[in-house]
């Protein structure tokens, strides 16, 4: 390991690798908000995770990456109006832009609905949230898409499962739509 990483990424690559050495068919996601103030060095809190996980051994390496939620989690309930609209009885219109550009999407969300709650209202909104609608854009949701394409190689690994059986790598753009530029070599 190396001596020169922060205490919280050590951490990082411990339970990372703690977690892989278990089993060969587990695999690491470190997700992290990517809130506005941040937004100018994504490269660098990217590169100081990819660090931690680059500490591992060559094949567990291939087993963990690094995504962003941007700017965070809430931007996504905005790419589907009707699971905010069906938990906050709001008649928002669909967000027209990319939502990971949307700067605040929780306050927001607590202007739109002032006893919005993040745990609570939040829990439901995702349990609504349809993935296909939110990347049926190929121009948005780069981040997202990224780490949805991500997962969907390394399941892609393990046919047996069947998780893929009605999964369209074109509803998701995974091949003409827009990818991170930081994350997507993990690909």
């Known amino acids: 390991m190396k001596r020169n990483l922060p205490h919280q990424d050590q951490n990082i690559f411990l339970q990372a690798r703690t ?18 103030d941040r937004i100018d060095i994504a490269l660098q809190v990217f590169q ?4 931690a996980l680059d500490t591992l051994s060559p094949e567990q390496k291939k087993r963990a990456s690094v ?16 699971a905010i609209n069906t938990v906050l009885g709001t008649d928002l219109k669909y967000h027209l832009e990319d939502v990971e550009k949307i700067t605040h999407p929780k306050n ?3 202007k739109l609905h002032p006893g919005f709650d993040e745990k609570e209202d939040g829990g439901e909104i995702i349990k609504r949230l349809r993935i ?21 190689k390394v399941l892609q690994k393990y046919p047996q499962l069947d998780v ?24």
């Open 19 to 36: 977690f892989l050495a278990k089993n060969q068919c587990r695999y690491v996601l470190v997700i992290d908000d990517l809130e506005k």
């Open 132 to 152: 296909e609608h939110i990347l049926s854009r190929s121009d948005a949701c780069a981040s997202l898409r990224t780490l949805f394409y991500w997962c969907y």
């Open 164 to 187: 893929l059986e009605d999964f369209s790598v074109e509803k998701y753009h995974f091949h003409d739509g827009i990818l991170s530029d930081i994350t997507r070599h993990q690909l």
């Open 108 to 110: 927001r969300l607590k």
């Open 67 to 82: 995504h962003f939620l941007v700017n965070m989690i809430e931007a996504y309930y905005f790419a589907d109006a009707q």
């Open 48 to 51: 100081r995770y990819r660090e």
